[in-house]
């Protein structure tokens, strides 16, 4: 297994539209870093948010998930409260290759403050926008940038293609459009 290069990245977002929107350099003037980097790409999150709350005193149960346990909102920014978290969803599309299986790691800029990026991999043949999940681990509010960079994905290329990818298992959370909450 090794670790795929920009020049990779940057021919299957063109070929395969691996990728949509693709950002072919690193942008960083005034903003948290996002596109293509060395070996990965830095994506951006976007403007819509779920941030959690307790005001209903709900259990938080992967089981039987209350979506009235999140706020919805629209915004350039995002303000999570001390010790909470918020769900949000990449700008970008992915389409990833059969033979591909991408681990997701919190930017520094973020995990400097404290703020704990979270995402699980994106296994082979899975399509959609990233679900994000952004941990405030200080007891300050803490605030997200909406457009700007969220996370880096790192792209291993797998010694032969599987047996069963996430498309033909028909996984829970293909070609998933907006903040996808957790499903059983």
Known sequence: ???LSDKWIKKMAKSYKMISPFVSKQIRKGKVSFGLSSYGYDAR?????????DI???VVDPKKFKKT??????SKICIIPPNSFALARTVEYFKIPENVM?????????ARCGIIVNVTPLEPG??????????????LPAKIYANEGA???????????????YSKRK?????????????I
């Open 151 to 165: 996370a880096q994905f790192v792209f291993l290329k797998g010694n032969e293609k599987p047996d069963i990818s």
């Open 45 to 53: 999150v976007s403007n819509d948010f779920k941030i959690f709350t």
């Open 1 to 3: 297994m090794s670790v």
């Open 126 to 139: 899975w399509k959609g926008y990233v679900t994000l999940e952004f941990s405030n681990t200080t007891p």
């Open 102 to 110: 991408v681990i997701c790691l919190g930017k520094s800029t973020y």
């Open 69 to 74: 346990s999140f706020i919805s909102k629209k």
């Open 171 to 183: 996984g829970k959370y293909m070609k998933q459009k907006g903040v996808t909450l957790p499903k």
């Open 56 to 58: 209903n005193s709900a």
